[in-house]
């Protein structure tokens, strides 16, 4: 799980797409849904694939089913239907068991961040570490390094209750990241923050996906999804509306061009 | 590392918790307590209960003016019964001697010597004495007994009582016992229940512990060490407590009491490391029992 190991592994996917051969997805959904016990639809029947080293965002109404795509990922919950494979490995098959040492590859922002209330700043960071049997030297060299880079320094013994919103959501980011996860879900990362820190946060995620990470953020930050044109998915009532390539956060005026691309894209299976 | 981080957790969460931790700690040291004053005490109590065993005797007085030859004679027909140990005579004298130093106003009253000759003989199995007893008094079909020998006036034991005191030393063995189940089964239920309340209060602590890739045992590890560490604050205390006790009160009092300086009961570091055991047993097996059905989240 070194970053080190990151470059690396992302030279290959490209050594292998340059040969024709294009790298297995990292995520891929067939015919997902998910429908909550009171009735209310999470996922209707969504075909997903995201390939390794992408940046996707995933946008769409309050409601639309973006969270619950993140959960789905993480296996915080399953599938109704569908099968939902990650890095080739089929969620419905992992074991009770195996789901910690399945999370601990994928590093995750929660949209209520799910800090520990009541283990500082530093010790939130540090027990993602901890979980994995890191030793005491390397919570020693990661925990501070990532804890400088969300503008965290000062906060170091805070308690969560003692920080603002946005101070939070970043040290769920940090905790997320501390892993170096070769996949990183980010559920509203900048949902709290001022546009200034939002944009620190999201040159945070830019280095992460260019050293080879697959990055996928749900968000309503019209402004930064504008900035970066990444790909784009929209939900809307737990359906994908549209997926398109360096996209903007509105998909509601497509041009004649984009929405016959679009068309093509959900009539071909 | 591992250990030092569990640790750190489970001191952590005794702190968070501190009530329902004192209450699983003293229950621990309540059960314990008792068990460290029962366990000697039954021991002390089996000790003496034996050694009344052993001082069972069969009394086999002679008639009044018998000859020494028919207390040779009779002598030697005891020696021979089968499972007999000792044959020691009590000579008319002798008896008063004895009885009349316990006596004294009840014998001046008397005078005379009232006593006859007698024998007093030890079984080597103190059960066995009911057959010897058979032995030389045989009951007739009539249900009367008999003697074997006519120089025998009666043929004696003090089974009764004793089978009076081996029966009470049991029943207050059973139920010293019983309550000392009891009582353990308390204090785990109490443990039990400390770390469950310990893990309900962390439900949504623990969910994220989950999300964030702990594994179940990664989890339960603090909590297991702190029932453990309850127990044994626990265990450390009521041990410490018995030894003032016993310093305190018992030593003094030992010279005058057969029953506390009876040989039988064991140390007290022995004791110690046995309460300690339980100690540890108790809370582990309270935790488990909460750990097993609370932490399917
Ligand atoms: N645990 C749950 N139990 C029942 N229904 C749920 C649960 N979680 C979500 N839902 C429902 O599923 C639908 C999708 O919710 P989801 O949280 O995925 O939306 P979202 O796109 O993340 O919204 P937001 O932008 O507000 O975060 C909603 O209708 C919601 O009410
Ligand atoms: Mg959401």
């Not at chain 1, 995201?50 to 619950?68: D, L, Q, W, Y």
């Not at chain 1, 500082?120 to 005491?136: E, M, P």
Request: net charge positive; aromatic share 6%; glycine share 8%.
């Amino acid at each position: 799980m070194a970053a080190t190991e990151q470059p690396s592994r992302a030279a290959a996917a490209l050594k292998r797409r340059a040969a024709g051969n294009p790298a297995p997805p990292v995520v891929e959904l067939r015919g997902v849904s998910k429908r909550y016990e009171g009735g209310d639809v999470g996922l209707d029947r969504v075909d997903l694939s995201i390939a390794r080293g992408e940046f996707v965002f995933v946008v769409g109404h309050s409601g639309s089913g973006k969270s619950t795509l993140m959960r789905l990922l993480i296996k915080e919950g399953d599938a109704t239907e569908g099968s939902i494979r990650v890095a080739g490995r089929d969620l419905g098959d992992l074991t009770r068991r195996k789901v910690p040492y399945y999370r601990r590859n994928i590093g995750m922002v929660f949209q209520d961040f799910k800090l520990l209330p009541n283990r500082t700043v530093h010790d939130n960071v540090a027990y993602a570490l901890q979980v994995t049997g890191a030793s005491r030297k390397e919570i020693r060299a990661k925990v501070p390094d990532i804890l400088r880079l969300t503008g965290l320094s000062t906060k170091l013994h805070n308690f969560p209750d003692q920080l603002s919103g946005g101070e939070q959501q970043r040290v769920a980011v940090a905790r997320a990241f501390v892993n170096h996860p070769p996949l990183l879900l980010a559920d509203e990362p900048t949902g709290n923050l001022d546009p200034e820190t939002s944009i620190g946060i999201m040159q945070l995620l830019y280095r992460i996906n260019r050293t080879g990470t697959t990055v996928v953020v749900a968000t309503h930050d019209v402004a930064m999804v504008d900035q970066m044109r990444r790909r784009v998915i929209e939900l809307q009532r737990g359906r994908i509306v549209r997926d398109q390539a360096a996209a903007r956060y509105s998909g509601g005026e497509p041009n004649t061009a984009e929405l016959g691309a679009l068309l093509k894209e959900h009539l071909e299976p | 590392m591992r250990l030092g981080f569990f640790l750190k957790e489970a001191l952590r969460s005794m702190k968070r918790n501190p009530i329902p931790s004192f209450a699983a700690m003293a229950s621990v040291l309540v059960t314990l307590l008792v068990l460290g004053v029962f366990i000697p005490v039954v021991q002390a109590t089996t000790g003496a209960a034996n050694e009344v065993r052993q001082k069972v005797s069969l009394e086999v007085y002679l008639k009044r003016n018998v000859t020494q030859d028919q207390i040779t004679h009779v002598r030697g027909i005891l020696a021979d019964q089968q499972g007999v140990k000792t044959v020691q005579f009590v000579s008319k004298a002798d008896a008063y001697k004895r009885e009349s130093k316990q006596n004294p106003e009840a014998y001046a009253l008397l005078g005379s010597n009232p006593l006859p000759d007698s024998f007093r003989i030890t079984p080597d199995n103190p059960d066995d004495i009911t057959a010897i007893r058979d032995a030389l008094a045989p009951t007739t079909a009539s249900g009367k007994r008999t003697v074997i020998d006519p120089a025998i006036d009666e043929v004696k034991n003090r089974k009764d009582e004793t089978d009076k005191i081996l029966t009470a030393t049991k029943v207050v063995k059973l139920a010293m016992l019983l309550l000392c189940g009891l009582l353990v089964v308390a204090s785990a239920l109490l443990v039990s229940n400390t770390i469950r309340l310990s893990l309900f209060s962390r439900r949504r602590e623990v969910e994220v512990m989950k999300l964030v890739g702990a594994t179940d045992w990664f989890i339960r590890w603090p909590f297991v060490i702190e029932g453990i560490i309850l127990g044994s604050l626990g265990g450390i205390l009521a041990i410490l407590m018995l030894a003032v006790g016993k310093i305190a009160f018992i030593d003094p009092l030992a010279a005058d009491f057969a029953l506390i300086s009876a040989p039988q009961t064991m140390s007290l570091g022995l004791l110690a490391l046995l309460l300690m055991l339980a100690a540890v047993g108790v809370s582990t097996l309270g935790s488990g029992l909460s750990l097993r059905r609370f932490l399917k989240v």
